[in-house]
């Protein structure tokens, strides 16, 4: 078993930063994949940024060059360091790992960005 707990959504205006943290205990190494997917209201969730078993990161294209995902392995922490935010950057962002072809979710934090 793997849970995920997120932290760090808030309000912000547009053109202002934010840092999520996503912090996973139980049974994962830093070998399985974990990223972040947001949801905004009525639209199907997407993904936003996500590491690989090979160690590199995808990112949406809608966020490239203005979000970053990060990962302390010592700590089972991810972190999604969120720039130049958009009011269309609003939703519900959820923690996501890949554990052994299982998917686990974190409850998942509101990120709102006012115009």
């Known amino acids: 078993q793997v849970q995920l707990v997120e932290s760090g959504g808030g309000l912000v205006q547009a053109g202002g930063s934010l840092r999520l943290s996503c912090t996973a205990s139980g049974n994962i190494f830093s070998i399985n994949p974990m990223g972040w997917y947001r949801q905004a209201p009525g639209k199907q969730r997407e993904l936003v940024a996500h590491t690989t078993s090979g160690g590199s990161i995808n990112y949406a294209d809608s966020v490239k060059g203005r979000f970053t995902l990060s990962r302390e392995n010592t700590k089972n922490t991810i972190y999604l360091q969120m720039d130049s935010l958009k009011p269309e950057d609003t939703g519900v962002y959820y923690c996501?790992?890949?554990?052994?072809?299982?998917?686990?979710w974190g409850k998942g934090t509101q990120v709102t960005v006012s115009s």
């Open positions: 996501h790992a890949e554990v052994w072809n299982l998917d686990y």
